[in-house]
């Protein structure tokens, strides 16, 4: 499965920004769809993921209550709403799918290939 992340730019402190990420078959009930950020110099960690067949949701303390990612099943998408964007959420945004609900990037077996989201202080 290929999956695509699009969506990222440049945003002022506080603003908002939405990234999608499509993927190129159906994504499975049992799937897991994670969102993970890597800033430079620092290691990718985990931001938001969501459990496709019940649509629960997780998320870093770090974007709790900012940030909010949803599915749909239709167009097989994910999609991270960012709101109350700081400067320290800057990164590389990356979309993965996999089987197993974890922080870890390690459990995730696809991967898109990332988009640059920069927040100006």
């Known amino acids: 499965v290929q999956l695509q992340a699009f969506g990222g730019g440049l945003v002022q402190a506080g603003g908002s920004l939405s990234l999608s990420c499509a993927a190129s078959?159906?994504?499975?009930?049992?799937?897991?769809v994670g969102w993970f950020r890597q800033a430079p110099g620092k290691e990718r960690e985990f931001a938001a993921s969501i459990r496709w067949g019940r649509g629960s949701t997780y998320y870093a303390e770090s974007v709790k209550g900012r940030f909010n990612i949803s599915k749909d099943s239709a167009k097989n998408t994910a999609t991270l709403q960012m709101n109350s964007l700081k400067p320290e959420d800057t990164a590389v945004y990356y979309c993965?799918?996999?089987?197993?609900?974890?922080?870890?990037?390690?459990?995730?077996?696809?991967w898109g290939q990332g988009t640059l989201v920069t927040v100006s202080s």
């Open positions: 078959r159906r994504i499975f009930s049992s799937n897991i």
């Open positions: 993965a799918l996999g089987s197993t609900l974890s922080y870890s990037p390690s459990e995730y077996n696809y």
